[in-house]
């Protein structure tokens, strides 16, 4: 028998999708973080890091350095212009809500999903808002979670030409 009839099957894409989750996660966690320690900055091993945490069997180290890379362009991507985001927000949003007057932890999670689906033209719009709805689940039972999905396909369709 070969190794490749022992070893269980791994779907690249859905590693790879698994990984930018945690990432998103990751990403989340940091910019909230921050914002009660200022000085603490994302190291590039946060993701892999936060990889190794969930669980036995985690992702390929192609996956790893993927989540790495992609946490910490969301982490600077949003600290770089969070003005701009909190105003994608607040646009999206109806008039007697800005952005400023929701809980912190929604606004870095909405934070980080503007600058994604401005700055990452490349992953599915889809994928993007889905995976930041999951985000807020874990941290949100109310109507949170549909809040996080209407603003960011108001946004979506915004700065995107089409949402796949």
């Not at 996660?25 to 973080?33: E, K, N, T």
């Not at 192609?62 to 646009?91: F, H, N, S």
């Amino acid at each position: 028998m070969t190794d490749d009839l022992l070893s269980p099957a791994v779907d690249e894409s859905s590693v790879l999708a698994a990984a930018q989750r945690l990432a998103r996660l990751a990403a989340v966690q940091v910019l909230y973080g921050q914002h009660f320690a200022p000085s603490a900055r994302a190291t590039s091993g946060f993701g892999v890091a936060a990889l190794e945490e969930e669980g036995e069997g985690a992702p390929e180290e192609t996956a790893a350095a993927d989540d790495t890379g992609l946490c910490a362009v969301l982490v600077q991507g949003v600290e770089a212009e969070v003005e701009t985001w909190d105003a994608m927000i607040t646009g999206a949003l109806d008039s007697k809500r800005p952005a400023a007057r929701l809980e912190l932890l929604l606004r870095v999670i909405l934070r980080a999903g503007a600058f994604e689906l401005t700055r990452c033209g490349s992953t599915p719009t889809g994928r993007i808002i889905s995976d930041y709805v999951d985000v807020t689940r874990g941290f949100f039972d109310g109507k949170e979670p549909g809040l996080v999905n209407a603003v960011l396909d108001r946004i979506a369709r915004t700065v995107r030409d089409s949402i796949p």
